[in-house]
């Protein structure tokens, strides 16, 4: 089975916004055994989607195009699949209620006029529902393809191939291909790949490979037999090896999150955190409260972005940055003392450094992050850390390299406490 | 003038990489006055390669091709090239040169054998010195189309570009196409559109289109005209027909932020600001402190996540919590006050409410959030939201609805102080 993956825009085509479903379809594809012939990107035009649109129906079995499906004039995808049905448009009146009361439940208004044209329906296909958005999908027949239409943000797109593409090509395919993603954090990809060692030979099965994004090293594990029963016992068995040589480098699977396990380690142990943050600006806290359900140990925390701020709010005694600059191990313990003592939380994360572009030195070049822990224990520890890459960068790889410090420890003390004889 | 981009690799058509080169060749392309008519990504495959050359060829005037120039055996955009022009390879010894020498001088080390084949040239096209790398590009006519093929590598594609394409185009189109993008917040893609009217009628020039992306409704304009001055007027009169419609709503061009173009506002006027969040997590001054030179307005700010922190660090009485409960006008309100006494900035914005999953009630459902302004002169005001969506998407909108609420009153007090008589 095969695909081609049709994207639709003007601002696509004209450069002004990179294509980045293309790249998810394919890969979601490809874990159901689904390979993806090519991309095609069109400007938002009736004749060149048309084209396309037929093209990809003369080669593959799947065709799944996002784009187009607004309520404007230049949304033509209905359009086109009319015109390449050979029927017309009409009104499907279950999506307009839909749209209608979407509106008026979510948005808290009536639908504008405009938005109705995004309930026509080519005569012969099957609208989908969206319950992301206003935009129905669109599924039909071109010849012997199979053809979806989804709307191009990705936040509507996703779960709607979760929902109605996923289902309709497993098991058409004859193989069971099983993924695990597992999720790293704390050395970099060539690292990881030498502890895999043999296990990343291109032709083993499950096969097992690496990427890397924003400082997260993922272990991607792919199984790929006949039957469903060998397909998952393989990548049982392959998954378990991998963090047996990985360790405590791996903090999840499939969808886990950097905070989200630490937060499970916090509320497995019932202790309580609190932030305190220069450089990252809130970033740290908005990780944490990403979360759902973090209030269960994320009491809050401190953007102390001036040193005004710093010392009024947290305690840092003004000498110490006049002594030591803002980005100093002394700021940082105070700091993280200080979110300490007023957040009473168990433990208190405290970053401070040079996010830049502007603000480096020799001696503190941009990148150079100082994270603290105290604890309620007493003991307060703190470590340098130097940062590539530019602003945003920097910020995501410290608040990142924060949380992680934390995780390891509590990982460590559950293994201290598990090996202690009980009392 | 118009072209195709040929993107080329089993990493992209896999899914395991986002193509970037094509929206940045678009993108280049279109300074030029060059319009491209479609991308198209491609597997390592001879065959496909050879029919997507070909079809680009029958439709553009300049085809450029990025990837399969490198040593190894998938690396197959020399052999199609000679197949489509219908010769054959043939070692080109300046090239092979170059690539000996940058392994010796560059990488300290003699050429691998496998590398002599990037000096293979199909007979009748050109080699293209390649100075960021050891792939030589391509460049040949195809029928009436002139082809360029580059190294997929951005760090090596981007200045090949401007070495041998962009001289190649510039004045050989006989047009002009200059693009603009309007950033606004605040209102749908429906209510934007309706404001604009026939600006948005397909066959108008300058052509103007929509695309929501995060809560950010963009306003693309593309100008087509023969003479450089007509395509620059014709641009500017209708991005500024649009600004007349949308009035406030826009708040920047290009690359503009929504907090940047609060943050200028602030800087303009010499106000500071702190942020005080609940829900958010920090979100807010994340966002804040995302623009660089923030710290020019950014004081800094609280989460106080937990009801005690709420108390403790910006003084929320507790009844107030216990009589409204903390997602409540009253404890928004006193949050900002608070917030102000404590940072003495000039804003305090607040934010409280319930992000999800869980948390709502039928009186106060998932995605209520009170926004309050506390300002220096004494007034405060609080409005009541309500956002549509999952957790993720609550605590963004909600973060840029506050951000916005304040650069919108800024813009207000910006006319009223400029309306005033002089003192």
Chains 1, 2 share one sequence.
Not at 46 to 69: F, K, M, P, Q, S
Not at 149 to 164: N, Q
Not at 288 to 309: F, H, I, R
Not at 389 to 395: N, S, Y
């Amino acid at each position: 089975m095969n695909a081609v993956i049709l994207s639709i825009g003007d601002e696509l085509v004209l450069g002004q916004n990179v294509d980045t479903n293309s790249a998810w379809l394919s890969a979601r594809l490809a874990e159901h055994g689904v390979m993806t012939l090519w991309h095609h990107t069109i400007a938002d035009d009736l004749e060149a989607t048309v084209a396309a649109i037929r093209a990809a129906a003369a080669a593959a079995d799947l065709i799944v195009v996002t784009g187009g499906l607004g309520p404007t004039a230049d949304d033509l995808t209905r359009e086109a699949l009319a015109k390449v049905l050979g029927t017309e448009l009409e009104l499907h009146g279950p999506s307009l209620e839909r749209i209608r009361r979407r509106f008026l439940e979510k948005l808290g208004r009536p639908m504008p006029e405009s938005n109705q044209v995004q309930a026509l329906c080519p005569r012969g296909a099957e609208m989908l529902d969206n319950d992301w958005g206003t935009a129905p999908g669109v599924r039909c027949r071109v010849g012997r393809a199979l053809l979806f239409a989804f709307p191009g943000v990705p936040r509507e797109m996703i779960p709607m191939f979760d929902r109605y593409v996923a289902p309709a090509v497993a098991g058409q395919t004859g193989r069971t291909i099983l993924t695990e993603a597992l999720r790293t954090y704390g050395a970099g990809e060539s690292t990881v790949a030498e502890a895999l060692g043999e296990l990343m030979k291109r032709d083993r099965n499950p096969m097992v490979g690496t990427t890397a994004s924003n400082g997260i090293i993922t272990v991607r594990v792919r199984s790929d037999f006949p039957a469903a029963a060998a397909a998952r016992r393989a990548l049982d068995e392959t998954c378990a090896e991998i963090e047996r040589r990985l360790g405590p480098l791996v903090y999840g699977r499939g969808d886990a999150s950097l905070p989200g396990a630490l937060g499970e380690l916090l509320k497995a142990r019932g202790r309580t955190i609190a932030t305190v943050e220069s450089c990252t600006g809130g970033l740290v806290a908005t990780m944490l409260t990403d979360v759902a359900g973090s209030s269960a140990y994320m009491l809050g925390g401190w953007v102390v972005y001036s040193n005004e701020l710093k010392t009024r709010e947290v305690g840092v005694a003004a000498e110490l940055i006049s002594g030591h600059g803002a980005v100093s191990e002394p700021v940082a313990r105070a700091m993280a003392e200080g979110g300490l003592r007023e957040s009473w939380a168990d433990y208190a994360l405290a970053l401070t450094g040079i996010a830049g572009p502007a603000g480096g030195s020799a001696a503190k070049p941009v990148g150079t992050v100082w994270i603290a822990i105290a604890r309620r224990t007493g003991r307060t520890t703190a470590e340098r850390f130097q940062f590539p890459g530019d602003r945003d960068v920097v910020r995501d790889r410290a608040a990142k390299a924060a949380l992680n410090l934390l995780r390891m420890e509590l990982l460590e003390e559950g293994k201290a406490t598990a090996g202690r004889p009980q009392a």
